[in-house]
């Protein structure tokens, strides 16, 4: 579907958004968009804002991202900064240091509620907003997180939890027809998950839900106020609950991550206070990132394979192929569609200034639907050859550390819901929250068709 680039730009952009200041120190700044550039931009990022059903915004962000690249591989932002278009340029600033992170002095300098919310300065002192050296002490210290042998561990324990989820759709959609996969399986799945590895008791896991998709606005690109207002409250509840989680495992620690964490930076910190901080912040983001992720892929593999039955029928006779799906399900529909770095010195990209203190707006989703990428790219197949190379979980210093449990999580759930539900179907429509940066599928209705479909497929 084609967007029409006559529509205004969109209103719901906020002045003092729309003219983000730029740093005093900066040595040059950028040129100011051209005019019919900025505007189709604007339009276009308005349309993939929306959550409207039926082929446009959130149900289908690609002809927007298409059109987003027609503008050019590297085009200035309605409101400041540049926005990265395709997968080569996007690579490149993802691998490249000089590229930083949007962090807490960065936020401060803007001087605006935007940046300087509490659940914008909380967020941005998070090992991913991090900038070295700090952000290189911090992956030291926690080296490896989930390697093999510890993914080896969580196996069986994330196996268990599928077997959960599962039974508590099969038991709604019994009882009342159809059920919430999303809500279900989509959040109950990735929660659980890092819940059990961090120690956190399961009865809270319903509210750290909550808190955790409330706090994600803040990290929108335009977010209104009262998103903001939801944002705020959410975050401090958070940071609120890791305290108190991580005084209390402080007193009687355990086995789990939680206590390994606050062992570890006993010895490495030597401010008690700024140890517990770091482990709180680590915790946070930990629930954080596992579940935003994590849902979108688990919610993306019912919803891509439902629209292809034949190849979910394909991957019921070869579950080998079930790795290399899952990466095609998050090459097709990443979790993250748009990060940000922040240049770090007057330099271009594409022929396009970037002046120093500017945002740079990766878009991953439009990266990933680049034709110079990956042929044909708004084909899902699953059978695609060779490795991929995309950007779902970032690149660089700043690669997701939790890339190894959400494969797993996204593996041992398509084994499991393909072979024991053959004749799952998608009800209605999916419900999109109105995001850009993180898509987040809010509903998924599934239900049990009386009959499996059949399909002739080669070998």
Known sequence: MSVD????????????????????????????????VSRQVAVLLSRLRSARKFGDGQSNPWPAYEKLRECGDVVPSPWGGVMVTSYE?????????????????????????????????????????????????QRRVLGNTFDRGTLDQLGAVVGGLVDGVLDELEVRMKEDGEADYADIVGDGLPVAAVG??????????????????????????????????????????LKAYFEDLVAERTKSPGEDVL?????????????????????????????MAGLETTSNLLNAAM??????????????????????????ILRYDPAVSITTRVGSRSDSLSDIAVGKGQLVYVCI???????????????FD???????????????????????LGRLEGHVLLR???????TLRVVSEPQWEPRVAFRRMASLRVGLAPKPRFYSFGA
């Not at 730009?9 to 200041?21: E, F, T």
């Not at 005093?24 to 968009?33: I, K, L």
């Not at 995309?390 to 190894?404: D, P, V």
């Open 5 to 36: 680039a006559s529509i205004a730009c969109p209103q719901s952009v906020p002045p003092q958004q729309a003219q983000q200041s730029v740093p005093a120190e900066s040595a040059e700044a950028a040129a100011p968009p051209a005019p019919d």
């Open 89 to 137: 340029a996007a690579s490149a600033v993802l691998r490249d240091r000089s590229y930083r992170t949007p962090d807490l002095e960065w936020r401060l300098k803007q001087g605006e509620p935007r940046w300087t919310s509490p659940a914008s300065t909380e967020f941005s002192q998070m090992i991913m907003l991090l900038n070295a050296p700090e952000h290189t002490r």
């Open 196 to 237: 059990r590895w961090l120690g956190v008791p399961a009865a809270d896991y319903r509210k750290l839900r909550d808190w955790t998709h409330g706090q994600a606005w803040s990290q929108e690109l335009f977010p209104t106020p009262a998103q903001l207002a939801v944002a705020d409250e959410s975050a401090l509840n």
């Open 259 to 287: 206590s390994s964490w606050i062992r570890a930076w006993s010895e490495v910190e030597k401010d008690p206070q700024q140890a517990a901080t770091i482990v709180q912040r680590l915790a946070t983001f930990s629930i």
């Open 303 to 328: 919803w891509l394979l439902d629209r292809h039955p034949d190849q979910a029928d394909w991957l019921r006779y070869h579950p080998e192929g079930i790795p290399a799906a899952t990466e095609e």
């Open 365 to 379: 989703g439009s990266a990933h639907h680049d034709p110079r990428f990956i042929a044909d790219p708004d084909r």
């Open 382 to 404: 699953v059978r695609r050859p060779g490795p991929s190379r995309h950007l779902a979980f970032g690149q660089g210093a700043h690669f997701c550390l939790g890339a190894g």
């Open 416 to 422: 499991k819901l393909l072979t024991r539900f053959p």
